[in-house]
């Protein structure tokens, strides 16, 4: 962890002590009863902490998945490939030196995904078959969701994604490097954010395995100056409301969304691709309660990765402990994936049982210039 700018002796983030070695505990069983009790602790202290200013959710776009992927092959599945919608949220929080924050998670740039071994494979298959605009439709650019809340992107301090599949980080935060096919090195979308990233998240770029090179774009970190990162371990907290909860398995830095709300604690991640995922004692896609139920298991994978699937079970459970009940249907946790399933009746019957729906919370303010010591607010998005 590092100084924040302008405060030498203010750390960006700091660790949370709950859930220290619980990923070390053997044998396995053992180490998920830890993992269940560390969150059920760590979520009351979290809690007492306060909420967060500001939680915004926009849809980025929808893009093809392998319908046997989103729920560990147990659904039944009539068509092979269903359509996820990527989010982003916009959140706005005191951080622990009592300066506002904001932080963008998961400003996905499409045309950075395609780049990725797996789409570029899809979309020249797709492209043969001219079927493209059945799994692909665009409702925002990262770059222009701030300007509807009445901020600049300049206003952004942090930027962050739960893991780095499909991301070309050079598009996002800018890079020393020329992209193949490009004139000149990408500027950046957020001038003056750091980009929040896990150490072993980070570290899969330097020598990608085999069953990893599908799904992480090929010099996706290159030429990204090292001071736009802000590098982590562990389980962190980033100010008051808002934590960063490492939840390895879909891969080994991925790291999960926790904020705190009017409506209670809200999780957000990628291990799971509907909130069936979660709870799929609820769920109404056939096969996945079935298959959950005949193996005896609470959770049910994304399962386009298998880095560790014993770690990632794990780490659904530390998610949905952590979450609240939602005040308005009860028997569902607010757990929104970052990518998930769309609910299109043409890749039926793979469809969420449930929906959340679009996050809107708090107003959004707009910082002063630094040396003005003020704040002022802006409207609600629209």
Not at 203 to 211: A, C, Q, R
Not at 213 to 231: N, Q
Request: hydrophobic share 40%; glycine share 8%; aromatic share 10%.
């Amino acid at each position: 962890m590092t100084a924040s700018a302008g405060d030498a002796q203010t750390p960006v983030v700091r660790p949370i002590p709950e859930f220290d070695g619980v990923h070390d505990v053997w044998p396995r069983g053992d180490r998920l009863r830890a993992v269940r009790e560390a969150a059920a602790a760590y979520r009351e202290r979290f809690l007492a902490q306060g909420q967060i200013r500001a939680f915004k959710s926009f849809d980025i776009a929808a893009a093809p998945y392998p319908a046997r992927f989103a729920f560990q092959s147990y659904s039944v599945n009539i068509n092979p490939m269903i359509s996820i919608i990527n989010r982003m949220f916009v959140i706005q929080f005191d951080g622990f030196d009592g300066r506002l924050r904001t932080l963008v998670w998961e400003p996905t740039v499409a045309a950075g995904s395609a780049r990725a071994p797996f789409y570029s494979k899809l979309q020249h298959f797709a492209q043969r078959l001219r079927a493209e605009k059945l799994f692909v439709k665009y409702y925002n650019d990262p770059d222009a969701v701030l300007p509807r809340l009445g901020l600049s992107n300049e206003d952004v301090d942090y930027v962050s994604f739960d893991h780095l599949h499909v991301q070309d980080v050079r598009m996002i935060m800018g890079s020393s490097a020329v992209i193949e096919g490009e004139q000149q090195p990408p500027g950046p979308l957020f001038p003056n954010a750091k980009l929040l990233v896990h150490r072993k998240e980070l570290g899969t770029f330097e020598s990608l395995h085999p069953m990893q090179w599908a799904w992480y774009v090929d010099g996706g970190m290159d030429g990204v100056p090292a001071e736009r990162l802000e590098v982590f371990d562990g389980d962190v907290e980033l100010g008051v409301g808002v934590s960063l909860l490492w939840t390895p398995g879909h891969t080994d830095g991925n790291h999960s969304l926790v904020v705190n709300t009017p409506d209670g604690v809200w999780v957000s991640s990628e291990n799971g691709m509907a909130a069936d995922s979660w709870q799929p004692e609820l769920s109404r896609i056939p096969g996945v309660r079935q298959q959950a139920a005949f193996y005896g298991r609470e959770v049910v994978l994304n399962a386009n990765t298998l880095e560790d699937s014993l770690d990632q079970y794990d780490s659904m459970v530390k998610e949905k402990t952590l979450a609240s009940a939602s005040p308005k249907d009860p028997r569902w946790l607010q757990i929104i994936p970052s990518s998930e399933c769309a609910p299109w009746k043409r890749q039926w019957p793979v469809v969420p049982t449930h929906r959340h729906g679009r996050l809107d919370y708090g107003t959004i303010t707009v910082p002063e210039p630094a040396d003005s010591g003020g704040r002022a607010e802006a409207q609600p998005a629209p």
